[in-house]
Each structure stands twice: as C-alpha cells, then as structure tokens.
C-alpha cells in the first residue's frame, strides 16, 4: 500500500506529464497543420566572439508565441545561456508577414569548426556559415577562435 505523500507525489507527476504533452502537441500542431509563419525579414544571426573564444557549441531550443506580425514571446526550453541569449537576440529581428497569432518550437544549433594546430593564431574571423530554415531551424558554424600573441600559446 502507498503513503499518501506517494500517491499524491505520483499523480503530481502524472498531471504534469500529462501537461507537458498537451503543451508539445499544441506547438507541434503549428507545424503539423502548416501554420508556420512566413518570415519577411530577419537579421542574419551571429555566433558572438566571446562564445567562440570559450570554445561553446550546443542546441537551443525555444518556444515562441506571435501577435501577428512580430515574436510576442520567447521562452528558452533548454540550451546554454549565452548562446540562447545570442538566439533572443536574433529572433527579435524576425518580422512575419500577417498570421494569425500562433507559437512554434524554433531550435538554433552552434557549431565550432576545426582548426588545425598550425593555423590557430593566423585563423582570419570570416569562415562562418549560416543555414536557416526559417522559421523553425537556423544552424550558425564558425571556426574555433584561439586567443594568441606573445606568451600565449593556442592548445
């Protein structure tokens, strides 16, 4: 026989499992029914130098919410902080032709590229790269970026 303490623990958990599904298969439903907003304008995202420097890559996965023509609302479901900040940043460009107010899941993934050993410090801040399928999947890659001059040595 259960403790009350663990029957109402377990359909504390039960409910908010429950909740969390509802939740996905609402914002999932956008892009099932092809509700997706089209963008009309957007910034071009960056993957911002100090997070490169600290050698940070990972997902973001956000929830987004529309009035109609612009994001109303962002909330960060996971991802490290300073790139989510950095996906904020770029989503509050996004301009949307007319819709009806909705919310979607949008997931920005930042990748570090390689660099080899010999050419870390000579490494010019131009090789990035930007894939968007907008409004739902924006990817940024660049290449590693190394802190260097004399007495430091890029490992």
Not at 8 to 31: D, K
Not at 49 to 67: C, K, W
Not at 106 to 132: G, I, M, Q, W
Request: one cysteine or more; aromatic letters at 6%.
């Amino acid at each position: 026989m259960l403790s009350t303490k663990t029957r109402r623990n377990l359909r504390y958990r039960a409910i908010c499992g429950t909740l969390v599904v509802l939740i996905s298969l609402g914002v999932a439903s956008a892009a099932a029914q092809g509700t997706m907003p089209v963008i009309a304008a957007a910034g071009v995202p960056l993957y911002p130098r100090v997070v490169r420097q600290a050698h940070i890559e990972g997902e973001v996965r956000l929830e987004l919410s529309t009035d109609g023509e612009r994001v109303s609302n962002v909330y960060v479901v996971s991802g490290q902080p300073m790139l989510a900040r950095a996906a904020k940043e770029n989503i509050s460009t996004w301009r949307f032709e007319q819709h009806s107010p909705t919310k979607f899941l949008a997931t920005f993934r930042y990748k570090l590229l390689p660099v080899p050993a010999e050419s870390r410090c000579a490494t010019a801040d131009h090789n990035s790269t930007v894939t968007l399928r907008l409004p739902a999947e924006v990817e940024v890659s660049a290449d590693e970026m190394w802190v260097c001059g004399p007495g430091i040595a890029a490992h």
